[in-house]
Each structure stands twice: as structure tokens, then as C-alpha cells.
């Protein structure tokens, strides 16, 4: 909460709907966060894969954690507000009501979440045309996008689903909708979910091959004709509804927005590192890369021509920072597999007792119990025998395999608390291992990295963060705001307001550099040994699948 004696200035909102939770905060002209709030949001798995949201609870989220953070402030100051959210699937009717994505007829669950995998071999099919969109998302579409999702949703919800929608809206634009009545959608979201080009448009030949001609034959209305980019303002702000509901004045500028990834991305790439010592300084921005770590973990990097990574989403252009082409890596559960190791080990109860005991987060007790049990050696040398291969839920990049699945390999009989801890500490290693496969497939096919900027719920992990930076090689820089992805958001809705220029003004002025965390050289040769172990375990997946479908 600012204090009475502030200076009065500009303010903007960020508000950022992620996987578990809404959070919004309100954010100066420094990127300074004044005040912050959050609340969790419910989620759905009808069936093993389908994994449901509802837009209603979420709007209601949005409203509950704004109010929150512009209380005591006078509103006058308030110039903008920026959204960002997860890149799932919001499904309305004709007259913009929910319509239910499940067999079950509930209209509630009208999003089909970004993680879900129902459409497998709807993706299947589409991959298989080898249309020639598929080359800017890396060669391979995901399931995760949302043309496999939609044609799961003509050819399996028909007449309940399919038949009676009027609006299919990426979560960010659908909030943007909610808040201004404006059906524009983000540049952002079409370009890297939906086979936009920036360049060229929607390609009717797409839709038509893939068998959902009927897109095309509305003239793209229900999925998005006006495309603006990322921080453009809408209409004419926020309406009196919308403004009623969030407790902010009608009329105030409502930016166009942004996946949350990308918001992140905004909220740390573009910080001033003079002073830190680090080899991206006096270097081109396209040196940095944005790791955006919370249920999933995106690598974001930019350039200045189209660099196509196999296995690595994009190019994009002008999907993040304006002019640049962005390639998106990602690992589709990094957060959620952490916390899956973790919970389902017999030893778990005994974890959360302890560390509720020592009023510590369960992370926090697990880095200090690594800690006690390492005794002189350096901490990640406790896994020398056990590892993980983390694709619990498919490999997004950059091996694009949505069958690959996890593997742990090391196991004892033993469930007590060091072993959860050592399990922890491989898995969080396995994810680091994640990220180094990722930039070395970005930098053969020609980008040129050097420093990471991570953020993200992970990125409040210390042991997340030095696992990154020793297994990568690379110096990890923090923002000096943890939630970064709030600052990028405040940048939209900075940039709607007409108080900065450009997109980049705004991420100079915003984003700033925190706590730098360097590798720690001395360890690579473990990691380099670790990191072999690591691929041989992909290999032997592989191996394993082809004996079994074998005669
Ligand atoms: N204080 C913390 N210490 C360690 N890990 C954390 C902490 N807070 C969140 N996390 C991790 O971050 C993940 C959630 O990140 P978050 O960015 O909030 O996710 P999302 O944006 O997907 O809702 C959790 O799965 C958890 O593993
Ligand atoms: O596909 C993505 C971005 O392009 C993200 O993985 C997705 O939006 C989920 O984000 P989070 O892990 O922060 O909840």
C-alpha cells in the first residue's frame, strides 16, 4: 500500500491469471510494486488429460485481487491496466454466455486449460498435413495449441459445444473482452496459439485442410479478425460495467494482452545491467533469455531475423517485444512436477509438519534439510546416483515427443524425509538439465545466449535458481520485483496510457536487475557428468518403446 505521503504519481494495474492463482498488484512508473494480492482459482480434471477452468470464477478473481490493491489510493492516479493469463481456451456463446467443454453439459467449465492433452489425435492429424504454418511452431504443432482443441470440440461437443459458439478467446484476450467490450485480440496470443502470421494473416488453407472450414467461412469472427498488438489501448477503456466490477474508474486505459510467459518476458528482459558484471552488458538484448518458471517453465528468446529451432515454438514476430522475433522453449509442467514428487512421497505428512513447526514454506525446510545432510560437499553432488528424466507430461521442447513420459532412476527402499529431499533435489536438477537441452538447440540453429532471467513462482526458490545457473553454465539474473510478471502486465497498461512511447521505453523504465546468482564453475565437471547420464535416459525411453512395439 503506498503511504499517505506519496508522492503523487502514475499508477498502473497488472493483473496476471496464472495456472493456480490470479494475482494483481499495483505498480509505479519505476516498476515498483506498491501493493499486491492474490487469489487461488479451481481447476477441473473430469477425466485423466482434460483439465477445465471456468472464465466466471476467474473474472471474479480478477475483481476480488484489484480491489485489493487500489485500496486507499485515490484513483485518479491509476492511468492503465494490463492483463496476462495462462494461453487456455475460453469458449462463449452467441451472446457471450459460457458453454460447457466437457461431456458432462457444464457450462461453467467453459475453458479447456492450456495443459490439457484431450486432443491428441486431433494434433496427430494436423501434423501430419505438414502445412506449412507448422514451420513457425517449430515444425511440430502441440497439443497444448488451440487448433487441435477446437476440432476436438466439432468433432466430439457438436451440438452442445461446436454448434452454438460465437467466441473462441485466448484467456488473455477473453479478459481484455471482459473489461472493455472490445473483441480485438492480441497480436501475442494469435501468432503463438493460433497459426497468425504478423506478416501474412490467417492462411485459409490451414483451417480448410485441418477441417474447420467454417472458421474461414465467417471470416475468422469467432476466433478473431481485428489483431492488434500487445499494449495497444482498447476502445474506450474500461466500461462502467467492467469498472464496477474491478473498483476502478470507467474510462481508464485497458492495454491489448499478453500469455503470461510474455509478460514475464517483458518484465525482465529489458533491464539495465551496467555494473553487474555480466557478459550481456554492451551486448545486443537477443544475448539475454527469459526462463518464466511456475507450473511450466517458458524460454523465451528474441532476434532480430527468424531463426526456426526445431522443437522450439516460433519464430514469432512481434509476439513479445515489438520488431523482434521471439522462439518460445518451454517444459510444460516444471512448478507442478515439483510439487507432484514432493506430495505423493510417503514422507510428505511428515515434510509438512515439520516445516509448518518452523513456520518455513515446505521448500524452504527442504533446502535447509539438503543443506544439514550435505555435510562438506556442495549440494548437488547428494544426487551422484539417483536422476530424473522430467517429462512427466510430454516433452514440449525441444524434442516435441507429447509420449515421452518421466523416469526416475536411483530408487531405494527408503521413504524418510532425506530421501524426499534428495528426490526433490534430482528433480529440480532434471528440470535444469530441461533448460540446458533447450538453449543448446536454440544455439545450434543460431541464437547466442549468455545470461538467463529467470522469474516466476520458482524463481522465489533459491536451490531452482542455482541449479540453473550451474547446470546451464550461465550467470541467472532476478528482478528486484519477484513478480516480474505483474511488472509486464503494468507495462501494458503503462503503455495503453500513452505515458511511454514504445514497448521498450516502458521495459527500460520497468524492469530492473535484483540479485544476480553466478555458476559455480568448480561443479561442471559433475554437471557435464550428470548431464550425459541425463540424455542416455531419453535414448533408453526411446529404446524401451521400440522393444515394446516390436513383434
Ligand atoms: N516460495 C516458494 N518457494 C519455492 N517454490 C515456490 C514458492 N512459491 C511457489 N513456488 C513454486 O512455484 C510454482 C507456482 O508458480 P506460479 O508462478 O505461482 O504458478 P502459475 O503462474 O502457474 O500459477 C509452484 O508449483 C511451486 O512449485
Ligand atoms: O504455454 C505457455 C506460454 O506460452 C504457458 O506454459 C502457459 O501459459 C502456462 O503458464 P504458467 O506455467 O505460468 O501457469
Redesign the pocket.
Given at each position: 500500500m503506498p503511504g499517505r505521503d506519496q508522492e503523487l504519481g502514475s499508477y498502473y494495474v497488472g493483473v496476471?491469471?496464472?495456472?493456480?492463482?490470479v494475482?494483481a498488484a499495483l505498480v509505479d512508473q519505476r516498476g515498483i510494486l506498491l501493493a499486491f494480492a492474490?487469489q487461488p482459482?479451481n481447476q477441473w480434471e473430469p477425466q485423466f488429460n482434460h483439465h477445465e477452468q471456468s472464465s466466471e470464477d476467474i473474472w471474479v478473481a480478477c475483481c476480488i485481487v484489484t480491489k485489493k490493491v487500489v485500496q486507499g489510493i485515490d484513483l485518479n492516479q491509476i492511468r492503465g491496466l494490463g492483463f496476462d493469463a495462462?494461453c487456455s481456451l475460453v469458449v462463449l456463446d452467441k451472446q457471450f454466455h459460457p458453454l460447457p467443454v466437457n461431456h458432462e453439459g457444464d457450462s461453467h467449465r467453459n475453458i479447456i486449460m492450456w495443459l490439457d492433452h484431450r486432443a491428441v489425435n486431433q494434433v496427430h492429424r494436423i501434423n501430419e498435413t505438414k502445412h506449412s504454418v507448422l514451420q513457425y511452431v517449430g515444425g511440430v504443432m502441440s497439443v497444448e495449441m488451440q487448433a487441435p482443441k477446437l476440432l476436438w470440440l466439432k468433432e466430439n461437443l457438436r451440438e452442445t459445444c461446436w454448434d452454438k459458439a460465437g467466441h473462441f478467446f485466448d484467456l488473455p484476450d477473453f479478459l481484455s473482452w471482459k473489461a472493455t467490450g472490445v473483441t480485438a485480440r492480441s497480436l501475442c496470443s494469435l501468432v503463438c496459439k493460433w497459426t497468425y502470421s504478423a506478416e501474412k494473416g490467417w492462411d485459409d488453407s490451414f483451417w480448410k485442410m485441418v477441417g474447420l472450414e467454417d472458421l474461414v467461412a465467417d471470416n475468422y469472427s469467432k476466433i478473431g479478425n481485428q489483431v492488434l498488438p500487445p499494449g495497444t489501448s482498447l476502445g474506450n477503456g474500461l466500461t462502467p460495467e467492467a469498472a464496477k466490477d474491478l473498483g476502478l474508474p470507467a474510462g481508464i486505459a485497458v492495454a491489448a494482452s499478453l500469455i503470461?510467459a510474455h509478460a514475464g518476458g517483458l518484465g525482465v528482459i529489458g533491464a539495465d545491467v551496467r555494473g553487474h558484471g555480466l557478459a550481456c552488458e554492451g551486448q545486443p538484448v537477443t544475448s539475454r533469455l527469459a526462463v518464466?518458471?511456475?507450473?511450466?517453465s517458458c524460454h523465451m528468446g528474441i532476434s532480430k531475423n527468424p531463426i526456426f529451432v526445431p522443437g522450439v515454438w516460433g519464430p514469432y514476430f512481434s509476439a513479445m517485444v515489438p520488431g523482434f522475433w521471439l522462439n518460445e522453449g518451454g517444459q510444460s509442467v516444471?512448478?507442478?512436477?515439483?510439487?507432484h514428487m514432493?506430495q505423493g512421497h510417503a514422507a510428505f505428512p511428515e515434510l509438512q509438519a515439520k516445516a509448518t513447526a518452523r513456520c518455513q514454506?515446505?521448500?524452504?525446510y527442504l533446502?535447509s534439510h539438503l543443506d544439514l545432510i550435505k555435510k562438506t560437499q556442495p549440494v548437488g553432488f547428494l544426487t551422484v546416483d539417483l536422476h530424473v528424466w522430467p517429462d512427466f507430461h510430454g516433452n514440449r521442447s525441444p524434442l516435441a515427443d507429447l509420449t515421452l513420459k518421466g523416469m526416475v532412476t536411483g530408487l531405494k527402499l527408503s521413504q524418510d524425509l532425506d530421501d524426499l529431499a534428495i528426490l526433490y533435489l534430482a528433480t529440480v536438477q532434471a528440470i535444469a538439465f530441461g533448460t540446458r537441452l533447450i538453449i543448446e538447440a536454440m544455439e545450434s540453429a543460431g541464437h547466442s545466449i549468455s545470461t538467463l532471467f529467470l522469474?516466476?513462482?520458482?524463481?522465489?526458490?533459491p536451490?531452482?535458481v542455482q541449479m540453473h545457473a550451474d547446470i546451464t553454465g550461465m550467470p541467472v539474473v532476478l528482478s528486484q520485483e519477484v513478480e516480474s510478471?505483474l511488472v509486464g502486465a503494468a507495462i501494458l497498461g503503462a503503455c495503453a496510457s500513452g505515458d511511454f512511447a514504445s514497448v521498450q521505453e516502458a521495459m527500460a523504465r520497468m524492469s530492473k536487475v535484483g540479485k544476480v546468482v553466478f555458476p559455480r564453475r568448480e561443479d561442471k565437471r559433475y554437471y557435464d557428468k550428470k548431464y550425459q547420464v541425463f540424455l542416455k535416459l531419453v535414448e533408453h525411453q526411446k529404446e524401451y518403446a521400440s522393444i515394446m512395439k516390436g513383434d
Open positions: 496476471d491469471v496464472g495456472t493456480g492463482s494475482r492474490d482459482i495462462t503470461d518464466i518458471c511456475g507450473t511450466s516444471t512448478g507442478k512436477l515439483i510439487d514432493v514454506s515446505i521448500y524452504a533446502n522469474c516466476g513462482g520458482l524463481g522465489k526458490n536451490l531452482f510478471v
